[in-house]
């Protein structure tokens, strides 16, 4: 038997599909869309200060090593009492052989013993470090901002970045005689600064040293705004 079809129905479904291919392409409430970038900016003051001192030695003698390591690092605490505003805490004693130089024999103990001081009144902390000086080593101090003052500066950098982007966005609206509306905002804190290190005297001094002149200074905290806003009648 012929194959036979209906006319009428292949017309039908021929008329159909240009007119669903042009329903799937078309947009559904697209709106122009602009992406912007905006940024502020704040000091805040380098009011926290951390330094590493130690006491450092080397016997033969394990037992007499750690005596007298432990008198001296015992004396250093004793002397920080008198600066209250100072936390100071222990940073560890660490005990290693020393070997001569084929590598084998081995020659004394040496140990180190190392306490962490931090303040948020540089003044004291530069005062005791002066005194501490004549008995240990001091590694490292660093400034930066205590916590509470870097997020005060965030906020006040974030208030002037979304001023910023609002300004951006109004700008942008009013030149092309449209409105705006927020539709998507991304607020990133850009770190600012790194801290601020300064090298102290390592060599320690037979009496106490005149304080260890300590300049804050302030730090640049950072908060960049990335968004996109949609343009509307």
Known sequence: MPFRFSCPLLFSVLMTLPAL??????????LPAVDLVAEGSAEAAND??????????????PASLADKVNKVVA???????????????????????????????LEAWRMRSQIQ??????????AL????????????ISLQPAPETRR????????????DFRRRAQLVADTLGRKYR?????INQSGGRPPVYMRA???????????????????????NINGTVELID
């Open 152 to 163: 005060a500066a965030e906020n006040q950098a974030t208030v002037e970045a979304l001023a």
């Open 129 to 140: 470090i002066g005194k501490l000086q004549a008995s240990l080593a001091v590694s490292q």
């Open 48 to 61: 926290l200060a951390t330094a590493v001192a130690y006491f450092e030695a080397t016997d033969a003698n």
């Open 182 to 186: 927020i539709a998507r905002l991304s």
């Open 75 to 105: 004396k250093a605490l004793v002397l920080t009492k008198d600066f209250p505003n100072v936390k100071v805490s222990s940073a560890g004693t660490n005990t290693y052989p020393v070997y001569n130089r084929d590598g084998r024999t």
């Open 117 to 126: 001081l931090e303040s948020r009144d540089v003044a004291a902390m530069s």
């Open 21 to 30: 291919g042009v329903l799937a392409a078309e947009p559904v409430n697209a």
């Open 201 to 223: 005297k390592v060599a320690m001094a037979s009496a106490e040293v005149a304080p260890s002149p300590i300049e804050a200074g302030e730090s640049t905290v950072s908060v």
